[in-house]
């Protein structure tokens, strides 16, 4: 089975059925998930604040801001200009990814 992340549509749900009392593994089974993943989903994009704590639970359109944000750390070629114009140029040359990736450490 591929893996696929969560989108706003499910993470809406997830909300909506957190604030209607629906036990996880019942969401679950309505979006189509293991319960773990769910699990996972509210600990690690559930809003936590302590000045603010009456505000502290689980909001979908904060937590698919929060998953794209962390998305968006992982892509290094978007984010370095001067690594992806590196490895561009690689490209170009004939070299493959795995040579490129190997010799980094050394050219950069």
Do not use: C
């Not at 591929?2 to 996880?24: F, G, S």
């Not at 593994?25 to 998930?33: E, F, T």
């Not at 604040?49 to 979908?60: F, K, Q, T």
């Not at 698919?64 to 114009?85: S, V």
Request: aromatic residues 6%.
């Amino acid at each position: 089975m591929a893996h696929t992340e969560l989108d706003l549509r499910e993470r809406r749900a997830i909300e909506d059925m957190l604030n209607a009392k629906i036990p996880v593994s019942k969401i679950a089974a309505v979006i189509g998930r293991h319960r773990s993943t769910v699990y996972r989903e509210i600990k690690r994009n559930g809003f936590q604040d302590e000045e603010l704590s009456y505000l502290n639970g689980y909001y979908g359109v904060n937590a698919q801001r929060t998953a794209d944000t962390r998305r968006a750390r992982r892509r290094k070629l978007i984010r370095l200009k001067g690594l992806r114009a590196h490895v561009i140029d690689r490209l170009k040359t004939g070299w493959t990814p795995e040579q490129i990736a190997g010799r980094l450490g050394y050219d950069a």
